[in-house]
């Protein structure tokens, strides 16, 4: 490996490792640099992204040459990044009324019928999957882009300035070697 192609080398491992930095406080910021992520629909605590952590943990990336490239094996990683529209499989519906109901056990009521506030919480979520149950198959949801990795002003800032730390070590070597 010639030293132009170690230091290319370390210029992508470098920018792979900083912008893997980077693109894990998306979820902690519930932001694409800058632009927020749209609200749950039922305004429950924390973030869709983030309720088990196993969407940010599934990012990986691989260098191959010059490039790098990130992955998740999650199948809904594609869709929260990019947003989109999803069809209701008969899977989803199943999954839907089974969410419906498991939560509408824990609904507590009071002594005339009203949802008692330690319950609302639940009750709203039981409402929301009632709502996609009742969905007919088939049919789209909409799902709002809520992006956490991809190009923006901020990765190209990063890389050149990666790229240009290596190239002044390149010129001081270099003047150094002719002097």
Do not use: C
């Not at 030293?3 to 406080?25: C, G, P, R, T, Y």
């Not at 998740?72 to 109901?101: C, D, V």
């Not at 949801?141 to 990063?158: D, L, M």
């Amino acid at each position: 490996m010639s030293a132009l192609e170690k230091i290319f080398a370390a210029i992508v491992k470098e920018s792979a490792i900083n912008l893997s930095d980077l693109f894990d406080k998306s979820f902690e910021t519930k932001s694409f640099y800058g632009k927020q992520w749209k609200n749950r629909i039922n305004n429950r605590r924390g973030s869709l992204l983030v309720d088990s952590g196993a969407l940010r943990r599934s990012l990986k990336y691989t260098i191959t040459g010059n490039t790098i490239v990130w992955t998740s094996n999650l199948p809904y990683a594609q869709i929260h990044n990019e947003g989109g529209k999803i069809k209701i499989t008969p899977k989803m519906h199943r999954f839907f009324w089974a969410k419906y109901m498991s939560l509408s056990k824990k609904v507590k009521k009071g002594k005339k019928g009203q949802v008692l506030k330690a319950s609302k919480t639940n009750y709203e979520e039981a409402q929301l999957y009632k709502a996609l149950a009742l969905k007919k198959i088939g049919t789209f949801i909409t799902i709002p882009q809520r992006q956490f990795i991809g190009e923006s002003p901020e990765v190209k800032i990063r890389v050149d300035k990666i790229a240009n730390k290596y190239i002044n070590k390149l010129i001081e070597t270099f003047f150094k070697i002719k002097s």
